[in-house]
């Protein structure tokens, strides 16, 4: 049933259906509906779809590391956790696993578990830059600031595109007192306003309050009433007054 439900995310109506008696296609049309109810938050529906899958015999790591993500989901972090060490015990050259792992080492506040998982996934698979962003997510959430930029890089040179990583390397940046970099940064992810209100978050969030306060007013001036900037300024004026 649940494979008949999900089929809706694997195919258009006007594409050729896999066929489900080859057990090899059956398995691979599973996995991808699998990922994709994953990557659309649907974790009870995916632990639905493993526990199908298992009782017609599926098994093996792929399969593993899609339970773990669906469990962490759930907030069921520490059998998520015991699942993926006990993956990569077993298969200890698997990325996939490996970057999952530190994942969930991180939102559980485990550092560095969380960094050492991630760094072994780097090494394992060196063109992810997925992993290398989160990777310098957990080093600047742990202090590390240098190595954070690092990742960060690595990151944006296997993916120049990606806004997230560029937010990332700029909060990174402030950290060091870098403000011109970070400033950089943050234009190359945002326009002109956004770019000013995130670089004065982050130079709030670093304790320089007077550039957080120049940054939000600039971005006032540029965007008259943007919401965030707005807030931001009336709290930091409000805890200036006497």
């Known amino acids: 049933m649940i494979l008949a439900l999900s089929l809706a995310f694997?195919?258009?109506v006007n594409e050729v259906q896999p066929d489900?008696?080859?057990?090899?296609?059956?398995?691979?049309?599973?996995?991808?509906?699998?990922g994709a109810l994953l990557d659309a938050g649907m974790a009870e529906q995916a632990l639905?779809?493993?526990?199908?899958m298992r009782r017609d015999g599926t098994a093996g790591v792929a399969l593993d590391v899609a339970q773990a993500r669906a469990m962490h989901q759930r907030g069921l972090s520490t059998d998520a956790a015991a699942l993926l060490a006990s993956v990569v015990k077993r298969h200890p050259r698997e990325a996939e696993a490996w970057a999952q792992l530190g994942i969930v080492h991180a939102d559980r506040g485990q550092l560095g578990d969380a960094e050492e998982a991630l760094?072994?996934?780097?090494?394992?698979?060196?063109?992810?830059a997925d992993v290398f962003n989160n990777l310098g997510f957990v080093q600047l959430s742990a202090r590390k600031y240098e190595p954070a930029i690092t990742s960060f890089r690595a990151a944006l040179k296997?993916?120049?595109?990606?806004?997230?990583?560029?937010?990332?390397?700029?909060?990174?940046?402030?950290r060091v007192e870098r403000y011109d970099e970070a400033l950089?940064?943050?234009?190359?992810?945002?326009?002109?306003?956004?770019?000013?209100?995130?670089?004065?978050?982050?130079?709030?969030?670093?304790?320089?309050?007077?550039?957080?306060?120049?940054?939000?007013?600039?971005?006032?001036?540029?965007?008259?009433?943007h919401p965030q900037a707005m807030t931001a300024l009336s709290r930091l004026l409000e805890e200036k007054s006497p």
Not at 48 to 52: F, L, R
Not at 119 to 128: E, I, V
Not at 162 to 172: D, E, H, M, Q, V
Request: aromatic share 6%; with cysteine; proline share 5%.
């Open 158 to 174: 296997l993916d120049p595109a990606s806004k997230r990583t560029r937010n990332n390397l700029g909060f990174a940046l402030v």
């Open 48 to 52: 639905e779809m493993v526990s199908e």
């Open 184 to 225: 950089e940064a943050f234009r190359a992810a945002n326009n002109e306003p956004d770019a000013r209100y995130n670089f004065g978050a982050a130079c709030e969030a670093a304790g320089d309050r007077a550039t957080a306060l120049t940054s939000y007013q600039a971005a006032v001036v540029v965007q008259p009433g």
């Open 20 to 34: 489900l008696s080859d057990p090899r296609v059956r398995e691979e049309t599973q996995m991808h509906v699998l």
């Open 10 to 12: 694997a195919a258009n």
């Open 119 to 128: 760094k072994r996934a780097a090494k394992l698979s060196p063109a992810n």
